[in-house]
């Protein structure tokens, strides 16, 4: 994911209590946390914090705010607590404040109660200072935040949301962590045997496609992830190379539970060439496991619900 931001900024979130104002996400220079992502709404969302707690508000902004997989007009979150405005999902970190059961610890190198909302992407929070970061290209490789993807990915595989709601959320992670101009999920449909798009995320409008039917149709022939230097000049993928004369660099993983490919996730940029490295390739290896394990516990859960409908009630021995 690329915000548009060259470097990390900081920002502070004062408690208003003490004279510190409500601070605003959006994608537009007035709001004192700015993040350039077609995601974000010209105002996004409004977060408040009153030394305890912070709360953050929906601005009716188009994309939503999402805590705990769930789109919320209004919802309080404490520390370690993830929330998403558009495609941007900030951890709060840092924070002076603990739930009523737990003793006050104020984090800081003076007496103010400060908190700390840094993006994922965000470098780690220097707890001396308080600040709301957003992520940039330099951040993407850190391991911390690769870890706190994966934590989240895994959370949403045992999460009760629906399988359309963790696949969604498991796209999002990816386009984070990953420039892309493209994003695709598809599944495998049981009757045609072919793979369908199940979530798609485009950030360009230059193109007609949403993927590469090419790179698909390779990886899921293979059966193994695949990364691409330049999509148009590569000579090893089958078919029309008319349709990809406007992709560059490109990867696609499987999704495969053990029993074979049921369906892929697929990433692009239509403006660069050779952009991913080996890691890259690993973390969206990594998430397409984790949504192999969401379709197969999904699948599971289905099955069990079918088979308890079919046993019949059996009557009560009489008393």
Known sequence: MNPGLPEEQIFPVAPTAKGGAPVTIG???????FCL????????????????????TDLQSKNGVFHN??????????????????????????????????KLVPVGRDDRAVATLPSPMAKLPDFGHTKVSSGNDGDRNNYKDKLFLLIRASELCVSELSIDRVLEELVTLAVQAITVDRCALLALDDQTLDMHPRVVKSFTHSTRYPYSQRVV??????????SFADVSRDRR????????????AAMCVPINPGGGTIGVIYV??????ELYKPDDLALLRAIANHAAVAIE???????EARGRSLVPSMPRPPR
């Not at 007009?73 to 993830?82: M, P």
């Not at 149709?217 to 695949?226: C, K, M, N, R």
């Not at 516990?297 to 099955?303: C, N």
Request: glycine fraction near 10%; include cysteine.
């Open 69 to 102: 997989g769930r789109r919320v007009a209004r919802c309080e979150v404490s520390e370690g607590d993830t929330f998403r405005c558009g495609d941007i999902t900030f951890l709060v970190e840092g924070a002076t404040f603990r739930s009523p059961a737990t």
């Open 237 to 248: 993928l089958p078919g029309d190379a008319a349709r990809d004369a406007d992709v560059r």
């Open 217 to 226: 149709d390779f990886v899921v022939d293979h059966g193994s992830p695949a």
């Open 297 to 303: 516990g999904a699948a599971l859960r289905g099955g």
């Open 268 to 273: 692009d940029s239509l403006s660069h060439s």
């Open 27 to 33: 994608r537009t220079k007035d709001n004192q946390i």
């Open 37 to 56: 992502h077609k995601s974000l709404s010209r105002k996004h969302a409004r977060i408040e914090f009153d030394g305890r707690r912070v709360t953050v």
